[in-house]
């Protein structure tokens, strides 16, 4: 038995950690995963616990395939990513359903309603569906903590990888919850079975066949499992709900009776049934897409679920409270009274549009970019900022690593005579993600794009998580850095430049020769992340007299200037002194606060 010190007892518990706890206590041996805005922080604590080993992979296949690995070994293993990542991921993960495991395998899905910090907002359930896997949904943090330790039971009982699926709500929400810090010794074992574990076309098909009797069987366990339970209370409204959509429907409606929905792949179709058999009316509350709603109506039961709620967005209290009462309205069902009944009655937090820091080297790329009028493919990072005025500088932003194989695609369809400046940009993480690839295939393909890898060394986006560019492990070990520059070269590029950003004369320079080659080019922006770097430059200030408001500073976009009056304003507390406004002002009105005070 292991204590885990100041872990054990109670505390307030992020879902996120939460997880991270309960995995620790489910005896997990091995996490992988990529950072990934809300699910980061799992693998970020998991790595602090004793007898655990984890890592940043270069991407969500590779996590996978990792995790299936020590699965395999016997040992238990936990796979953590984004929603999106799942994508990445669904070539190893699909197939390793049929395979089945050895020691319990559990891939945690953070889905993000709203897109908070995503470009789309895919519900993730359909992929238990399109694999036949078993899924939990916590509503929060304690249930988290709860859930994935049975997940790892589950997994193991039924032979069968688990998909855990959070949401941005439950990774990030804290709760006072209690957790036992102790987990027991285990004896793995690999034994050998190419029957099981070779996905040659005679095995998977015997697994497949194999992997519908285990699904069957995993149905029963979900009319049975606590996780899947009925709160029976008024008999005209019975709603059936997941995830934290439940808490919502706790605090509005109390009096409605409830089918909490835990375990939500395969559905529990005899508690379904019987809700439905005790109320008048039968409302289906889920977040994104009618995915409930479509299996209880496939089973010839009524209800009413998307005519109320919306299939896209985050669900709030409020939202969920209108839906519902909407809903009993229409239907002439009576409404309960509640403390509040519209979400228009919820003080609505003025939105602050995300910016680029004082001081970020993206900054001044893109203004060299515009200033070019480039047309730029761009890729998923911090850097896609540069999309919002006043830099206007991003043309295009689909999924990691699509940057390059788009500046590919426009430069192999656009007439000779009449191309325009094609260049992709993508982050020293993105590329080393998903952007290999796209760079040896315009190389084998006679390309002659322009790649622009902004290195600013570390995964900046989700929160500073190194990966094989840095050279340090996610444990904070030193090892091997990738080099760009040898890549490349090995890939086959001719023309390698390496500039930093704040020269943005250089910059420019090095740009107009990569463009200019005849042949895929790689400029490499380097300057690490203002945020992480240890090393303070002095500030700067706008001299009022010589300031002419030409605001041609304010085209950078940088948060530390502003107006004042007729004139700009440089706010020292945020300036990094980069340089970059000193850089573009023709007036001679920009200089260092040193100056200042040594004149």
């Not at 005679?202 to 606590?226: C, H, Q």
């Not at 515009?370 to 998923?380: C, E, N, P, S």
Request: glycine share 8%; with cysteine.
């Amino acid at each position: 038995m292991v204590k885990v010190g100041s872990q054990k007892g109670l505390g307030l518990f992020s879902g996120n950690e939460a997880i991270a706890a309960g995995a620790f206590e489910a005896n997990v041996s091995l996490g992988t995963g990529y950072p990934g805005t809300p699910a980061t922080e799992i693998l970020e604590n998991l790595v602090l616990y004793p007898g655990v080993y984890a890592e940043w992979c270069p991407n969500e296949k590779v996590a996978v395939e990792v995790a299936l690995g020590a699965s395999f070994a016997g040992y238990r293993a936990l796979s953590t990513m984004k929603h999106v990542g799942l994508n990445v991921a669904s070539d190893p993960f699909v197939t390793a359903v049929y395979t089945g495991v050895n020691g319990g395998l559990v891939i945690v899905s953070a889905d993000d309603p709203g897109m908070h910090s995503s470009q789309n907002e895919q519900d993730n359930r359909h992929y238990a569906r399109l694999s036949y896997a078993p899924m939990f949904e916590p509503s929060d943090p304690q249930e988290a903590y709860l859930m994935i330790k049975e997940a790892f039971e589950v997994s193991e009982r039924f032979d069968i990888p688990v998909l855990f699926r959070t949401t941005t709500r439950v990774a990030h929400s804290r709760q006072n919850m209690s957790i036992e810090g102790l987990r027991k010794d285990r004896e793995p074992l690999f034994v050998r079975s190419a029957e099981k574990y070779v996905m040659v076309p005679s095995n998977a098909r015997k697994r497949k066949k194999d992997l519908l009797i285990r699904v069957r069987r995993i149905k029963e366990y979900s009319e049975s499992t606590d996780f899947n339970f009925i709160e029976l209370n008024s008999h005209e409204v019975g709603i059936v709900t997941s995830g934290p959509a439940y808490l919502y429907i706790k605090e509005c409606f109390p009096e409605a009776s409830v089918l909490k929905i835990g375990f939500s792949y395969p559905l529990p179709e005899k508690l379904i049934r019987k809700l439905a058999q005790e109320v008048e009316l039968l409302l289906v509350v889920e977040e994104l897409d009618s995915i409930m709603e479509t299996e209880i109506k496939s089973l010839g039961i009524n209800c009413y679920g998307k005519e109320f709620f919306p299939a896209d967005g985050e669900l709030t209290p409020g939202i969920v409270a209108d839906g519902i009462i909407k809903a009993m309205t229409s239907l002439k069902q009576k409404s309960y009274a509640i403390g509040w009944t519209s979400s228009e009655r919820v003080e609505k937090i003025p939105e602050r549009p995300p910016v680029l820091c004082a001081g970020c080297g993206h900054r001044n790329l893109f203004y060299v970019l515009k200033k070019m009028r480039a047309i730029v493919t761009g890729d998923i990072g911090c850097y896609t900022l540069a999309v919002n005025p006043p830099l206007s500088a991003m043309d295009t932003c689909v999924c990691m690593g699509a940057s390059i194989g788009e500046a590919h695609g426009f430069e192999k369809v656009q007439p000779e005579e009449s191309k325009k400046k094609v260049v992709a940009v993508i982050g020293d993480s993105t590329f080393v993600h998903s952007g290999i690839t796209g760079l040896v295939n315009a190389v084998y393909n006679n390309g002659k794009s322009t790649i622009i890898i902004l290195d600013n060394r570390t995964t900046a986006m989700t929160g500073h998580q190194d990966h094989p560019g840095t050279g340090v492990t996610l444990k904070g070990e030193k090892t091997v850095e990738l080099d760009f520059e040898k890549l490349a070269k090995a890939i086959g590029v001719k023309y390698i430049a390496v500039v930093d950003p704040y020269n943005m004369k250089e910059t420019e320079k090095a740009l107009r020769e990569a463009i200019e080659f005849d042949g895929v080019s790689l400029v490499i922006v380097r300057r690490p992340c203002v945020l992480i770097e240890k090393k303070k430059k002095p500030p700067y200030y706008i001299d009022e007299e010589k300031c002419t408001g030409c605001w041609v500073c304010l085209r950078l976009g940088c948060p530390a200037i502003s107006k004042k009056g007729d004139k700009a304003e440089i706010e020292s507390y945020m300036c990094t002194g980069c340089g970059a406004c000193e850089f573009l002002c023709r007036f001679d009105a920009i200089h260092l606060v040193k100056e200042k005070t040594d004149g």
